[in-house]
């Protein structure tokens, strides 16, 4: 499912393996979607094929969760959801789409 996308592969830190906070840091050159915790991203930690000059993205666990299995969502509005992020890549999903749905199509109906 491209929804897979928006979330982390793992709740944990791939660094330093604690649980991660409500926000943390996906990496978006490492092939496997490298997870960071703020901590660890903090103080410039490397793995095996991450570099700490990679580019990432900070990404919040509670909104991806309130978007995906919030209970205003109908199965129409997901499968909408499905082909925005497609449209417009993961690395814009968490924030973007919650504002789109929140100020949009579930506001107005
Ligand atoms: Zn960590
Ligand atoms: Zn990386």
């Not at 309130?66 to 997901?78: A, K, N, Q, S």
């Not at 993961?90 to 929140?102: A, I, P, S, T, W």
Request: hydrophobic residues 30%.
């Amino acid at each position: 499912m491209e929804i897979d996308d928006c979330q982390p592969p793992a709740e944990i830190c791939q660094k330093c393996r604690e649980a991660l906070n409500e926000r943390f840091i996906k990496c978006t050159q490492c092939p496997n979607s490298l997870i960071l915790c703020l901590k660890c991203f903090s103080q410039g930690e490397e793995l095996e094929s991450h570099d700490n000059s990679h580019d990432y993205e900070v990404h919040s666990k509670n909104s991806v969760r309130l978007m995906l299995f919030g209970d205003r969502w109908t199965v129409e509005e997901e499968s909408s959801l499905l082909e925005a992020v497609e449209h417009f890549g993961f690395g814009k999903c968490e924030e973007h789409y919650l504002l789109y749905y929140v100020d949009g199509s579930i506001g107005k109906s």
